[in-house]
């Protein structure tokens, strides 16, 4: 009987690990989604900066 208690809750240790890593997951899209535009345009600045330099 104890055999299948462990087993038991290792599947739910699972289950709460897999939700954790699903919850972060969305919130890193949702991140990427609603800042992704000023990120691109922070590193193309940076780009545009640092390419005259390069060619010195």
């Known amino acids: 009987m104890r055999r299948k208690s462990s087993h038991s809750e290792r599947g739910q240790t699972l289950v709460e690990y897999a939700l954790i890593v699903a919850f972060a997951s969305l919130i890193v899209?949702?991140?990427?989604?609603?800042?992704?535009?000023?990120?691109?345009?922070?590193?193309?600045?940076?780009?545009?900066?640092?390419s005259p330099a390069a060619g010195s």
């Open 29 to 50: 899209i949702a991140f990427l989604t609603f800042l992704g535009q000023d990120i691109i345009g922070f590193f193309s600045t940076v780009t545009n900066t640092l």
